[in-house]
């Protein structure tokens, strides 16, 4: 992630929030916080109404949470609009259960512009 670099908030919220920043010819978007199906569309919205570019977006996840089934597929959805609007698209510390989906619906099969970067391990609990 971009050290010292200006973040704009596009969503601020006590369970989460979603800044951009640009640097180096990338757009980085930084979501922090626990996403459920509410908080995922408006995720979603927010990216839509993002300008894109001919360059590279990274998306760093490395705080984020996804709640349930709905906020998964949701951003499914937001790499896809990501794929839509830049040249390449690098997916960072995501958590696994994104990661593997995404290779479940087959987005990485032939597409080199999609680069997963240090997906997350979920951690079992002890029982």
């Known amino acids: ?3 010292g670099e200006h973040l704009r908030a596009l969503i601020s919220e006590d369970a989460f929030e979603l800044m951009r920043t640009d640097a180096d010819e990338e757009a980085w ?4 916080g626990d996403l ?10 927010a ?3 993002e300008p894109g570019g001919g360059r ?25 609009l990501l794929l839509e609007r830049f ?6 510390r995501s958590p696994q259960v994104l990661a593997h989906s995404i290779y479940r619906v087959g987005m990485l099969a032939g597409d080199t ?3 997963l ?3 997350r391990e979920e951690e079992g609990v002890a029982g």
Do not use: C, H, W, Y
Request: charged content about 30%.
């Open 36 to 45: 459920n199906a509410v908080s995922t569309a408006r995720v979603l919205a």
């Open 47 to 49: 990216l839509k109404a």
């Open 29 to 32: 978007f930084i979501i922090r």
């Open 1 to 3: 992630m971009p050290e």
């Open 87 to 92: 040249k390449r698209v690098r997916l960072i």
């Open 117 to 119: 970067v240090e997906p």
């Open 56 to 80: 590279t977006a990274a998306l760093f996840l490395e705080e984020t949470e996804l709640l349930d089934g709905s906020a998964t597929a949701q951003m499914v959805d937001a790499v896809r």
């Open 113 to 115: 512009r999609l680069e």
